[in-house]
Structure formats: C-alpha cells, structure tokens
C-alpha cells in the first residue's frame, strides 16, 4: 500500500506557548485504519486539525495525496472528510438538506444518487425527511459522518467517535468504519480504548505529551504489550512458592501467588500451571484474571520510550 498521507517533523507551539506537537514524522497508508491513542492533551487533536487545514503547523511538511496542506489546501481539503468530536448540527434542518449542504460547501455539484448512497450506507435513508432534533444520538453521530462523506472524500478522520456511547451504538459505530473500509476509505481515529482500537485498527500509533511514541501493527502491539495477569488466591498462606511454580510472583502475606502472561499466545500456560499447584498439594480458593488496560501500556511505555 502507498502513503496516502505523509507527515514530517511536524510541530505546533499555540499562541499561549503550549507546545501540543513536536517532531512528529508518519506515513499513513492507502486504505488503512489507524487508530491515534493518547490521553487527554496528547495533541490527538491538534494532529488532526493541522491535517484538516483547521489549525496552521509550526513546523514540518504533511502532503495529503501528493497535495502539500498548505501550498495546495484545497486539493488536500478536498479529498479529506471529518467527523469531529462535538456533535453541533442545525437541529431544525432535515438530514437529506444537511448533507446537501455540506457537499454544496465543498462546491460540488448537486448529486443526490451519491448522497442515497451514503444515506442507505449509514441506515438514514428513512430518516432523510426527519428534522435532526427528532434523531437519536446514534442517528446524530451517523449524520456527522455522512456530512463528512458528502463530498466523496478518500480519508476520514474520526475525532473521538465513540466517546461516551453506549456499547451498543459502540459496535454500530464500528460496524459503519469497517463498510468504509471495505470501500477503500483511508480511516484515522482517536480513541482513548484500548478495546476499540484492538476492534478496528491496522495500525495503532501511541501519543503522549505532543511525541509520537510507536506506530505498529496492531497485532505486534497487542502481542507486546496486552498482558493479562491471572492472580491465584490459596486457602492458606505459604513462605515460598516450589520450584515448578517459580514464574510468578508471591504477595508478601504469601495469600496470593500472580502470573503475567500473554493473553494473545498460543499457550498462556495456564493449563499447566493450575495443574502444578494440584501436584504440589498447594490448595486455591479462587483466580482472577486482569487485562493490562490502555493506561498500564502508556505507563509501560512513556516509561521505557521516554
Ligand atoms: N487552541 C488552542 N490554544 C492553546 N492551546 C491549545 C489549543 N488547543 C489545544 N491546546 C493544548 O494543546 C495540547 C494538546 O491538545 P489536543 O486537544 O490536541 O489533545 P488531545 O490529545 O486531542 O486531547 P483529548 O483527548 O482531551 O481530546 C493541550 O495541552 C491543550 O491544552
């Protein structure tokens, strides 16, 4: 796959001096997803704003489809679509006249077969005639999306889409990206869940405090870093574990024996290790298992990055 879109040494200091971006260098491929990951103020959004044009760089170079932002804005614009963070929307419009509008905006001729299309894609064909203040809030975020789709854009940036929605307009939500995938639809996201960047994403990319940490195959990143921890609570404490069980770590009270492993392997050993306790007459009241959540790979990594 070709870069669709490749950015280079690319900073932002804002007026006020916060430095939100500093030497970020990426090449974003032709009909990927790649989820942008990050805690709050990690400069997600600024990223996204400079490749949008909504917010000048600083510093560094990014061409979108071979078109430079700056010297070229309108052809890059023009193959760029946007889902931002808030939902704002004219909520006495109908949905049918917002997406007309907005690809009106981008000085498009009227193509209302395009639009159908989108709107069916989206499942807002019936709702085109309905006002938007009569939608639901999956309707509503669905209509962002198709506004985003109006002009015919080849990428898509997602800002957030699923902050604050329930699982189940999660999954709706994840269902629409993957359609636009399949259409060769380039896809950014950002996301603050580990979980949906492990459902969606080709390709994760970590970012803290203005640096890009890692970009990688999602699988190699999840493979490296998505360890699960199973604890095993014994009826009665013990001074040291046997040598067959010496891989995992005894609690100081010498109540809880924990194994770290990787969740994505063939073979977590488990199996075995639940057996070794049998063998050695060691008695378990119960176990539980913790996934390593987002947080512990940012801590893992601005640890060992930084
Ligand atoms: N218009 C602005 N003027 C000044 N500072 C800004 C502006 N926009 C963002 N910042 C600052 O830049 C830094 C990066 O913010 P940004 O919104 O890009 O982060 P983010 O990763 O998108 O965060 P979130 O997950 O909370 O949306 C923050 O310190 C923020 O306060």
Request: hydrophobic letters at 40%; aromatic letters at 6%.
């Amino acid at each position: 796959m070709s870069a669709m879109i490749e950015v280079r040494d690319l900073s932002k200091t804002y007026a006020s001096g916060t430095s939100a971006l500093s030497g970020v260098s990426l090449d974003i491929r032709e009909g990927e997803i790649l989820a942008l990951l990050g805690p709050n103020g990690a400069g997600k959004t600024t990223f996204i704003s400079i490749l949008c044009g909504l917010v000048t760089p600083s510093g560094g170079k990014v061409t979108v489809g071979g078109h430079d932002i700056l010297r070229d804005y309108r052809a890059a614009r023009a193959l760029i679509g946007l889902v931002p963070q808030e939902i704002a929307l004219e909520y006495f419009e109908t949905v049918i006249n917002t997406v007309r509008f907005s690809r009106g905006l981008y000085g498009k001729p009227a193509d209302d077969a395009y639009l159908e299309r989108i709107l069916r894609a989206l499942a807002l064909w019936d709702k085109r005639d309905a006002k938007l203040k009569e939608l639901s809030g999956g309707m509503k975020r669905r209509v962002l999306i198709a506004k985003a789709l109006s002009h015919g854009p080849r990428i898509l940036f997602l800002d957030e889409p699923t902050a604050g929605v329930d699982v189940n307009l999660r999954r709706e939500m994840w269902e629409v990206v993957r359609g636009l995938k399949s259409e060769g639809v380039t896809i950014i996201l950002t996301t603050h869940y580990l979980e949906e960047a492990e459902e969606m994403a080709d390709r994760v990319g970590i970012i803290d405090k203005g640096r890009l940490l890692l970009v990688r195959d999602k699988s190699d990143l999840m493979h490296e870093f998505g360890r699960k921890v199973l604890t095993v609570e014994l009826t009665e404490p013990i001074t040291a574990l046997p040598p067959a069980l010496s891989s995992l770590e005894l609690s100081s009270d010498g109540l809880r024996a924990s194994y770290r492993y990787d969740a994505h392997a063939d073979r977590t050993g488990i199996a075995r290790l639940l057996a070794s306790f049998a063998a050695e007459g060691i008695s378990v009241r119960d176990v539980a298992t913790e996934q390593s959540s987002l947080e512990d790979v940012f801590l893992r990594l601005v640890r060992d990055l930084a």
